[in-house]
């Protein structure tokens, strides 16, 4: 009886830990932005699939649906809501993946995002700011649009964090023009940030904007991305949540190539016999 016990316990598949799920996301995270380069999405597009593949994950875990998948889908889906309409076709086979899969998926996506679909990524902010800092310092147009340049990159980074999912874009943008003008140093940046809430009649203190510019810096300081060895880690345990491990592939063949053999052999036994 302990034996049974025994075997039983070790043949379950190993749940991820809470570090191995967020190590998965931040994998595809990366591979979607990947995905939209080559495709040459648009950033808005980019930031709009990785908000929905991250609020898709605040009510599923990747035990339970393979974030490939999920990952092209909310690329088709962002592709859908910016009016840059590409098939599922067109995707699939432009990373070797079946596009069925993507639309067998589309309606369990919209469904976990409860079909609200509207995002506002921070890209439009940052542009936003720059023409506001234009206006204000009178910079030359070539500094600008380095700040304006490295700022969309840094953007970028930011939205693998967590951070746009706890603070608006407008808080977003002005972490990443902070990190920008400390590259290139445009302007008093403090001082900028005092004028738009001396210009706003704002409620927020300026310690409050601070506070939210720094916990934003700190989560893009914090960031990590699986190594290799954690990746192949973690696959084996997920192939083996979804009942995709090896050992559960060799019974199948096994039990398929025993039925057939099975059933040869009757076919066999009950063939007529002629004279």
Request: proline share 3%; hydrophobic share 35%; aromatic share 10%.
């Amino acid at each position: 009886m302990f034996f049974l016990m025994s075997a039983d316990k070790h043949s379950r598949p190993k749940s991820l830990s809470i570090e191995e799920e967020q190590f998965m996301r931040v994998f595809y995270e990366n591979k979607l932005q990947e995905v939209c380069n080559n495709f040459h999405f648009p950033h808005k597009i980019q930031a709009t699939a990785l908000i929905y593949f991250k609020r898709f994950y605040l009510q599923w875990s990747v035990m339970q649906h393979n974030p490939k998948n999920v990952m092209l889908t909310c690329i088709y889906a962002a592709c859908k809501i910016e009016e840059n309409h590409v098939s599922a076709e067109e995707l699939g086979k432009g990373i070797s993946q079946d596009h069925q899969i993507i639309l067998n998926y589309e309606m369990i996506v919209y469904q976990s995002l409860e079909f609200d679909l509207i995002v506002y990524a921070p890209y439009r902010s940052v542009e936003g700011y720059v023409n506001d800092i234009e206006e204000l310092f009178h910079e030359n147009a070539e500094m600008l649009q380095m700040l304006k340049a490295t700022a969309s990159l840094d953007v970028d980074k930011i939205m693998l964090t967590d951070a746009p999912l706890l603070f608006p874009p407008g808080q977003l943008a002005l972490a990443a023009l902070r990190r920008s003008n400390e590259v290139h140093g445009v302007i008093d940046f403090n001082s900028y940030l005092d004028s738009i809430l001396s210009r706003q009649n704002s409620t927020h203190t300026i310690s409050e904007l601070y506070e939210g510019i720094n916990a934003i810096e700190s989560l893009v300081n914090r960031y990590a991305f699986p190594s290799e060895k954690d990746l192949k880690h973690i696959n084996r345990k997920l192939k083996s949540c979804w009942g995709l491990g090896s050992n559960d592939e060799s019974k199948k063949r096994e039990k398929k190539s025993k039925h057939k053999s099975k059933r040869s052999s009757n076919e066999m036994q009950n063939r007529p016999l002629h004279n």
